[in-house]
T-cell receptor
Framework: EAGVAQSPRYKIIEKRQSVAFWCNPISGHATLYWYQQILGQGPKLLIQFQNNGVVDDSQLPKDRFSAERLKGVDSTLKIQPAKLEDSAVYLC??????????????FGSGTRLTVV | RKEVEQDPGPFNVPEGATVAFNCTYSNSASQSFFWYRQDCRKEPKLLMSVYSSGNEDGRFTAQLNRASQYISLLIRDSKLSDSATYLCVVNRLYRGTYKYIFGTGTRLKVLA
């Protein structure tokens, strides 16, 4: 079974530039999560989708971050404009929810963003 | 107060030692509990789920105390390859799906 695919693996941009990350979840996984992990901290949930609907975006800095999952499959996360403090690893995860059970929660390899 | 709290460490232990990590969670609606392992510059990977009855996987033992809202991980006979960050994770139902909340992680370094 193919895992969660993310691209690019690394990105270096200057502050105030824009950047976009892509995630393709495991086939059939309805729930998709984007996390931000700053060095030395645990992953922080930015946004969670179920199919193409947003379940939770309470910690997404909406003035500069946006995300979409238009067809309920792959997703993009965008930052515009980037700030130095956005330097982090952006992790995508997906899972299969069946009623009261949750299966197969798996992370992609992440995109390491450096803002200079 | 964070919903999941862990001691960030680092814990520096000699090979062969036994080491224990603790984690507390604040939301009593939390349903499932996990320990994840994260190696440097890698994504987190599931180490083990945590059950109320306690569970063991080789050298690793996990315990859950729902009354105290406390989770633990015990590693016996530490190996150099156990050096990593250990993340405590809880999940709970949220708006019809599952939300995973991560602790900050506890860094372990096993010394030769």
């Amino acid at each position: 079974e193919a895992g969660v695919a993310q691209s690019p693996r690394y990105k270096i941009i200057e502050k105030r530039q824009s950047v976009a990350f892509w995630c393709n979840p495991i086939s059939g996984h309805a729930t998709l999560y984007w996390y931000q992990q700053i060095l030395g901290q645990g992953p922080k949930l930015l946004i969670q989708f179920q199919n193409n609907g947003v379940v939770d975006d309470s910690q997404l800095p909406k003035d500069r971050f946006s995300a979409e999952r238009l067809k309920g499959v792959d997703s993009t996360l965008k930052i515009q404009p980037a700030k130095l403090e956005d330097s982090a690893v952006y992790l995508c995860a997906s899972s299969l929810d069946l009623g009261t059970e949750n299966y197969g929660y798996t992370f992609g390899s992440g995109t390491r963003l450096t803002v200079v | 107060r964070k919903e999941v709290e862990q001691d960030p460490g680092p814990f520096n232990v000699p090979e062969g030692a036994t080491v224990a990590f603790n984690c507390t969670y604040s939301n009593s609606a939390s349903q499932s509990f996990f320990w994840y392992r994260q190696d440097c510059r890698k994504e987190p990977k599931l180490l083990m789920s945590v059950y109320s009855s306690g569970n063991e996987d080789g050298r690793f033992t996990a315990q859950l105390n729902r009354a105290s809202q406390y989770i633990s991980l015990l590693i016996r006979d530490s190996k150099l390859s156990d050096s990593a960050t250990y993340l405590c994770v809880v999940n709970r139902l949220y708006r019809g799906t599952y939300k995973y909340i991560f602790g900050t992680g506890t860094r372990l370094k096993v010394l030769a």
